[in-house]
Structures are given as C-alpha cells and as structure tokens.
C-alpha cells in the first residue's frame, strides 16, 4: 500500500476511535505544585477521552480548607502531595476513592561544593548533623512553609521525629518537651527563604542561581531536587547534592481522590478511568522517570539513581509514621506559634484617592484579618510576639510608620492606626518601598528574622523604582518586595519589583484578605 494512503487510513482510523471515544466530560482537578511536570500526562489521556481538562495549584493548606468549607472545593478531583491534608480537612468524607500515585520522600538538597566542605558526601548525614551545622553559621536552606505546604510540613514533621530520638510516632504530650522545642527551634534558624510553594521554591532557587546569587541547600521533594538539578546541569551549574537523614524522613504519597458532586455516573468513571490509566504500566514508567517512586512496587521501573549527586529512587528511606490529624494540627499551631524563624515584615497600605469607598472598607477588613490573631490563626498565620512589623500607609508621600511587635497587644495598636486612615492623594510606592527597606535594614539582629516587604495597591503609581533598587543591592540583606494587586492595579510594576526582588505578586482584586494571607505564607 502507498504510505500517503496509509497515512490517510491511519488518520481516518485515529478520528474515528477519538470521535468513539469522545466523552465530552469536562473534569477539573485541585492539585499541589509539585504535580505541573504530570500534568500533559493527564492532558493526553483528556485528550483521548475528548474530555476537557482543567488542572488548577494550590497550596496544601488551601486545598484542605477548600474541603473544610460547608460547600466543598468545585472541583471533581484533588491531587495533594499527600493525604495527610485529607486527613486534617475532610471531616465530610468528602473525598472518595483516595489513591496513591506516586511516593515522594522530601529529602535536603545541598550545594555539592557545600555538602563536600560539611563532609557529608558519601557518608550517611543524621538531623543532629544538620543542626550543629546550622549552629556553626556554615548552612542555610530555603524551605516552605510548615503551615502553607506539604514540603515544609514533612520537613518539620521529620525534625521533630529526630528531636524525640526517632520515636515511632509523635504524640500529643511529646510537643510540650521542652528540649525538642529547643532542638527543633535551632533547626529552623536555618531557614533563608521560604513560600508556600514546593515549585515555587524550585523556581526560586533556579532563578537565584541563573543571577548569581547562590543558596545552600533546600529542603523539598526528591522528584523536586531531580528536575531542579536537569535545569542547573544545563546552565552548567553545579548539583543539589541528595541527603536522605539516616534518622528519618517524610513520604508523600501524592493521592488522587474523586469529589462526587453528583454530575452523574459518566464523571466517576472518568475518574476511575483516568485512575487506572495513572496506574498502567506504561504510564508508571513515565512516573517513575520524573524521579517519583511507585507506591505498588516495582522496582524495576524508576529513574535511573545518579551517583554524581547521590539521587537514588530505589534507596530505602527510614520513613517516619505520619501522627494523628490532631498532633499534626497541634505541631502546626507550635510552629507557627513558637517554632518558625520569626518574620521582620513591612506592610505598604495604598490609602491614595482611587482607594476610596470599597477599596478601603476592603484593605479595613484584611487589615482586621491580618491584625485579629482569632481570624490569622484559623488559617495558621498568626503573628507571634517575636515577630516584627512596620505598617506604612502611604499616597503620593509615606503618611507615618506604626511598629509593633506581633503580641495581641500591638496588633491591636496596628489595628488602631490602621482604622483611623482615609484615601486621599496620588499614588507613590517606591517611597513607601524605601522607607521600608530602611526601616527592615535598620533592625537590630537582622539575621535571626525572614525580612520581607509587601506592597498593596490598586493603582499606576508615581515615581520610579531606581533609587528604591539601587538602595535594595546595597543593603546588607536580600529583602523580597511582594505585590498585592487591587481594583485596576497596574501588575507590571508590582511584577518589576517582585522579580527584581525574587518575590512575587498575589492578586487581592477578588479577596483582599485571602491574598494577604497567601503573602503571609512566604514570610
């Protein structure tokens, strides 16, 4: 047969099976970050099935307060990086049908030259290892947020296990330990950055790189440190050097659940389908080639282990037994509440003209969220009393600076100052930005705080950002500018700032508050 006419077969037959495929369902997913590299698989099998596909990110914390909620997530699907944020959230049972894809140990990628000046290359590295290092000044790490991210929860979660000296499982009276706080507490000093983001925290550290500037180590997933080390292998940079603690880590199990919303029977066994098609052989060796390990055996398919850098998915990882919802919501709380490196923030309010009315009842209410520790702790970013905070109300110049400490006591004062604000003026946020930085880099004992400024406004502002950045590469510390976005704001400047800055910027057009509160979780 001539290859033109089998071509025009093959075609026809390919369009006549989609066509007898066609399902036309449309299916929506809710999924952590660390998933985007699965996500044309998905794709291809929506494809297949004529079906339209919506995959949408969130943070672990969103996804479980989404169940929380009376109405439930819209979606008809959830992808967390692990079921524990089920477990804490779905009082409904909401979910059906939860399923592991993948297993994703969340280890502490170090810079190879670092890992070598530690001593840690080729010998087995324990979590005490970690913290006398941290202790010396010789480590920093960028890590996410135990409270906003699965990544940092793990992360958390595994140094409170060390802290207890392995124990099989953590309970409620082990977190009142005094030398545990102390431990874990010592630990965290060693954050640098953090997000609510295990791929954004990727992105960062890749960026960071590719502008010279280099950090340590970061703790995220195995599968995250893999696809992180192919982006600086081809810059030519050098590797995240893979160290699994001998005393214990925490998998991910990266489960995908169905949401009935009673769409009828064709939309579950889509599900179902798409569920089995996650689990087919050839599907699974695709998995497995991202550097994710399979949760029903075999060993045979997984990436191939890179010795340059020690990455091994087929390496037995002493894995710590998740606690009970409860000790995990409690172990959340003294995170935030005692354990967490302590935030220096500067809030930037627009109270300019174009802020007047619902702009301002707005930035009112989020201010309330922010400053009334009952709403902040509900979603777990509660201020605590060692943390610092600048709010700076500004127009076309910076009206005043009100500092408090994050005690009940001074979140009530912001509160205060903030309430007696009206709109009025144009618009400068560069002049708030300096000010803050100044005020950030004046700090006594910078070091022991995770600085960062966050600017909200709703319009083009006036001035230029020059001085503002030239004054930002002299300071003795790299201060993130994050960005909410309000009303009409003109993105592209908060966005200048935010990639200069290596921050990023939140839209607060739909819910002011809610964007504040994902700001918190970078900070």
Known sequence: MPKTLSSVLLLAVSLLLAACNSSNVKFSIVSGSENTVLEPIVQEFCAKQGATCIVSYQGSLDIGLGLQKPGGLDQDAVWPA???????????????????????PVILGVRKSKAAELGWVGRDVFMKDILAAVKDGK??????????????????????SSALGGKEVIQPGDLDNPNVRDTVSALLQGVERSSGSSGWLADLFIDSARKGTFYDAMWNYEATLKETN????????????????????????SPLGFIDHGRGPEVEKFFTDLLAYLQSDTIRKRIADTGRRLPLGGVAIQAAAEPD????????????RMP????????????????????????????????????????????????TPEKASEVLVQWTPSDHIFVLPFDSVVRDTFEAGGDTAGQSQLLSDVAVQRAGGGTDMYACAQQALQRITATPNLSKYL?????????RTDGSPDMFLAQWRQAPVRVPVFGITFGDADKSQLDSLAKATSARVFDGSGDLASAFRAARGYN
């Open 82 to 104: 692990s079921s524990v944020w089920v477990d804490l959230f779905d009082s409904g049972r909401k979910v059906r049908n939860l399923t592991s894809i993948a297993q994703m």
């Open 324 to 371: 009970e919802p409860a000790v995990i919501r409690t172990a959340l709380n003294l995170y935030q509440e005692a354990l967490r490196k302590p935030s220096l923030t500067a809030l930037c309010f627009d109270f300019s003209g174009s802020m007047e009315d619902q702009g301002e009842k707005q930035l009112q209410v989020a201010a309330q969220f922010l400053f």
């Open 309 to 320: 850098w020690n990455f091994d998915p087929g390496r037995l990882v002493t894995s710590i």
């Open 230 to 253: 192919d982006k600086l292998k081809q810059m030519g940079d050098e590797p995240l050097y893979a160290i699994y603690p001998a005393d214990g880590v925490a998998v991910g199990d």
């Open 451 to 459: 600085p960062a400024i966050v600017i909200m406004t709703d319009g």
């Open 139 to 160: 480590l920093r790490f960028l890590m996410t947020s135990a409270t906003q991210s699965n990544s940092g929860a793990s992360a958390y979660l595994a140094m409170l």
